[in-house]
């Protein structure tokens, strides 16, 4: 169990970087683009696209960094009211219907990448399209990770829920 943690921990730091990088260039590239702009009436052609493309890398490196930590989006109205063990049945269930809902969006991205989206489209005249859009079905895959590691971790903790309350009786 502590190599699965290992592993996520640094797929989690690999995604903390490029998160990071992602910001930083974000936030300097339209900081220059608007001191070009405003002073000497200029800029970068392609400043504007590039930010756009970033916009969803960003999205998907901090949604899977929120799955990581169990920061996204969830229902507690279930789990106020009930045991330790339930809320962490309730967890793996809602994890597992996340897995199959990322699974599928994996597959519809698999689909839009290398089906639907036509091979000659490219950006910047010379990159191909699906170089940016490939971080679609990267951050379904990274977040469906982050969920079974989730669901794992649970049920280890129920194991010992379990066996710790049988020890004492």
């Known amino acids: 169990m502590k190599i699965i943690h290992l592993i996520e921990n640094y797929i989690n730091k690999i995604e903390a970087f490029f998160l990071v990088l992602s910001l930083i260039t ?26 756009r493309y ?17 920061r996204h989006i969830s229902i507690e109205i279930f789990t106020k009211f ?33 089906v639907s989206l036509p091979e000659d ?13 490939s971080i679609i079905p990267i951050g379904f895959i990274l977040m469906i990770f982050h969920f079974v590691i989730r669901i794992i971790t649970k049920i280890e903790s129920i194991i010992n829920l379990k066996n710790n309350s049988e020890g004492r009786a």
């Open 26 to 51: 974000m936030v300097l590239l339209a900081f220059l683009q608007v001191v070009l702009r405003n002073i000497f009436s200029t800029g970068f052609l392609w400043a504007d696209t590039f930010l």
């Open 82 to 114: 009930v045991s330790p063990i339930k809320k962490k049945i309730i967890s793996i269930i809602t994890s597992l219907f996340a897995i199959i809902v990322c699974y599928y969006m994996v597959v519809a991205s698999l689909q839009f990448l290398f």
């Open 121 to 133: 489209v490219v950006v910047f005249e010379t990159i191909p399209l699906s170089y940016f859009m």
């Open 54 to 70: 970033l916009v969803v890398w960003v999205g998907f490196f901090g949604a899977a960094m929120a799955t990581k930590e169990e």
